[in-house]
């Protein structure tokens, strides 16, 4: 599997599942107009992240790795693969240092239940965290 077989999945499925509407639209073409990498987690994911808020009946989240993209009582922290790089302990890419930590400070927290999901498709390889705030 590579990146067009991803991609050529991706968009099958989205083009049936999720539809981008235009605040999501805006906030992609707004993002691409400041210059902004292109670091918004894909529709699919970004669909399946308000699913899960959605079921959980969250009121607000808060989501941590973004820039300038979208999602959806949760955390979800994107970006947190990073190609794989974030099990190079030794690594020196401040992002993924970043991501380290932020995995650290999760896991050590006693009221965050959590995990990491890796996904591959039309963004490529990557992944994010979700945790949810226990009573």
Do not use: C
């Not at 083009?15 to 805006?26: I, N």
């Not at 210059?35 to 894909?42: E, S, T």
């Not at 690594?91 to 999901?117: C, K, M, N, W, Y």
């Amino acid at each position: 599997m590579h990146l067009p077989t991803w991609t050529a999945v991706d968009d099958y499925f989205n083009g049936l599942l999720v539809e981008e509407v235009g605040p999501l639209l805006a906030a992609a073409a707004e993002s691409d107009a400041a210059g902004l990498p292109p670091h918004q987690v894909a529709p699919n994911q970004g669909k399946l992240l308000h699913l899960i808020a959605d079921l959980r009946n969250a009121r607000t989240v808060l989501e941590i790795g973004t820039l300038g993209g979208y999602s959806t009582s949760v955390i979800i922290g994107d970006n947190a693969v990073r190609d794989g790089a974030a099990t190079d302990a030794a690594g020196t890419d401040p992002r993924v240092q970043g991501v380290r930590r932020f995995t650290e400070l999760i896991a050590a927290h006693p009221r965050l239940s959590a995990t990491t999901v890796q996904t591959v498709g039309a963004k490529g390889y990557d992944g994010f965290t979700l945790a949810l705030v226990t009573d």
